[in-house]
C-alpha cells in the first residue's frame, strides 16, 4: 500500500511565508528557506510553496528564494503562482524545484497543462483548483480579483486531466484556515472521478481531521498550513498516531 504524504503548504508574498484565513488577513511566518529546512526535519513527505500574488498581478516569480530552498532540502517540493508558460516552468526547475503548479494561467489557457505535460512529463505537472460549494475560482491570492468560472468543477477536474495533469490539489476556500476539518464529500466526489492521485487542502486543524481524510476517502496526501505553522500539530507526533490508526505513512528514521 502506497504511504500517505505530509505536505506542508508555505504562501509566499513579497519574498516572506505568509498564512491567512480565507486568503485574507496575513501574517508573516518568517523566511521561506528556513521554514523548508525546518519542515524536513520535523518529517514532512514534500512541501509546497505557492506565491500568492503572482498570478492576480500578472508578475514572475522571484526564484531567489527557490534556489535558496532548494541548498536546504532534499525533500521534493513544488513551486505554484504565477507560472504561465513552459519557459517559466523550466527556471523552476532549473533553479531546484521537482514539480510545479499551475491554476489561474491553466484556466485562462488549458493548452498550457498539454504544453508542459509533454515538455516535463505528467509526473511533473500538478493543477490547483480552488472550489467553494460546486463553484471553481480563479485568481483566489488576491480577494479583489477572485473570480467564479463558468466551467462546473467536476468537467474542470476531467479536462485537467485529459490534458496531461499528473496531479490535482483540491482546496476548499470555505475551509481555508478554519481548522474545522477537510470538505470529505467534495474530496471523494474529485477522486472517485479521475484515476490521478489527489492532494486534499484547507480545513486541517487537528490530527483528527487527517485522519478522516485518509480513512474516509482515497486522497494521496494531505496538505496543511495554520495547523503546522502555528505548531499545534508537530508532524512527528501527526504520523505516530496515524499510524496508530493502521494508516501507512513514512516515519523518519
Not at 46 to 54: K, M, R, S
Not at 129 to 152: M, V
Request: aromatic residues 8%.
Amino acid at each position: 500500500m502506497l504511504t500517505k504524504r505530509i505536505i506542508p503548504c508555505l504562501d509566499i508574498k513579497n519574498g516572506r511565508v505568509v498564512k491567512g484565513i480565507q486568503f485574507q488577513n496575513h501574517r508573516d511566518m518568517g523566511e521561506p528557506a528556513a521554514l523548508a529546512r525546518y519542515y524536513s526535519d520535523e518529517g514532512a513527505d514534500e512541501l509546497v510553496f505557492y506565491d500568492i500574488t503572482a498570478s492576480p498581478e500578472a508578475r514572475d516569480i522571484d526564484f531567489t528564494w527557490v534556489s535558496r530552498v532548494a541548498k536546504e532540502i532534499s525533500i521534493p517540493f513544488s513551486i505554484a503562482g504565477g507560472i504561465r508558460t513552459v519557459e517559466m516552468a523550466k527556471q523552476a526547475f532549473d533553479t531546484g524545484a521537482d514539480k510545479i503548479s499551475v491554476n489561474t494561467p491553466a484556466q485562462e489557457d488549458p493548452s498550457l497543462i498539454d504544453a508542459l505535460a509533454r515538455a516535463f512529463g505528467s509526473q511533473a505537472v500538478v493543477v490547483g483548483i480552488d472550489l467553494k460549494g460546486n463553484d471553481l475560482y480563479s485568481n483566489t491570492g488576491a480577494p479583489s480579483k477572485t473570480q467564479r468560472s463558468d466551467r462546473t468543477p467536476l468537467s474542470w477536474v476531467d479536462e485537467v486531466v485529459s490534458r496531461g495533469a499528473g496531479e490535482l490539489v483540491i482546496n476548499s476556500m470555505a475551509m481555508d484556515g478554519m481548522k474545522n476539518g477537510y470538505d470529505l464529500d467534495t474530496l471523494n466526489r474529485v477522486s472517485c472521478a479521475v484515476n490521478v492521485p489527489i492532494i486534499a487542502s484547507g480545513g486541517a486543524g487537528e490530527c483528527e481531521h487527517f485522519r478522516e481524510l485518509f480513512e474516509k476517502t482515497n486522497v494521496s496526501a494531505a496538505l496543511a498550513a495554520s495547523a503546522f505553522h502555528s505548531k499545534a500539530i508537530a508532524i512527528p507526533k501527526l504520523k505516530a498516531y496515524l499510524k496508530n490508526f493502521n494508516i501507512p505513512v513514512r516515519i523518519s528514521t
